[in-house]
């Protein structure tokens, strides 16, 4: 897959997945979309506790996926990255896309509708991370719903422009440390 693939799946996410949010929030939530998008604070404290909150999350989650155990996902996962050859602008690139373009729909649309946890469920299934048939990326899945969560609980409580700040550092954590991954040149994708 060249680069250019990858800035389309970016811009799809962002306008897609954002023009449905766009229309979602128009059609569920109370507040006009001007006062949604402004939040609850301002976007200097929305920004500062999206990316404390994403530092946080993209940390906790590459723990979890560097532990032995993961290894055959994150070797699978890591390869497939790497195999894009991604630069650090495309990695910005695509966390801000998919940061800002699944928060609108997921958190600012969705969320109105079904609820806080039901949302990080479907979010995280979405994603294939809750897979019955892999228990290793199911464990990660199952952390990731209580982190997504957070970013439901940051939405209503903050702004959505937070929830954004910090999906998008999760992103650029975990990319960036999955290119850097060392894959080995054979690698099992279960033990």
């Known amino acids: 897959m060249d680069f250019r693939n990858i800035r389309t799946l970016g811009w799809i996410t962002l306008l897609g997945f954002g023009g449905l949010g766009f229309l979602l929030i128009w059609w569920l939530r109370d507040e006009g979309i001007v006062d949604f998008l402004g939040g609850h604070y301002s976007i200097g404290i929305q920004l500062l506790t999206g990316v404390f909150y994403g530092i946080f999350c993209g940390y906790l989650a590459w723990f979890v996926v560097s532990r032995k155990f993961m290894k055959p996902i994150t070797n699978k996962y ?90 998008m550092i999760i992103d650029v954590i975990l990319l960036k440390k999955l290119v850097a991954w060392k894959v080995p040149f054979s690698f099992e994708e279960e033990e």
């Not at 894009?84 to 109105?112: H, M, T």
């Not at 990326?137 to 719903?145: D, E, K, N, R």
């Open 78 to 167: 890591s390869h497939i990255i790497q195999g894009l050859k991604l630069s650090i602008w495309d990695i910005w690139f695509i966390s801000f896309c998919a940061g800002v373009g699944e928060e609108l729909f997921f958190r600012g649309g969705l969320q109105p509708l079904l609820g806080i946890w039901i949302t990080a469920i479907i979010f995280v299934a979405i994603h294939g991370y809750l897979n019955p048939t892999n228990w290793r990326i199911s464990i990660y899945g199952l952390i990731m719903v209580f982190l997504m969560a957070g970013l439901g609980y940051l939405t209503e409580e903050v702004g959505i422009i937070s929830a954004m700040t910090a999906h």
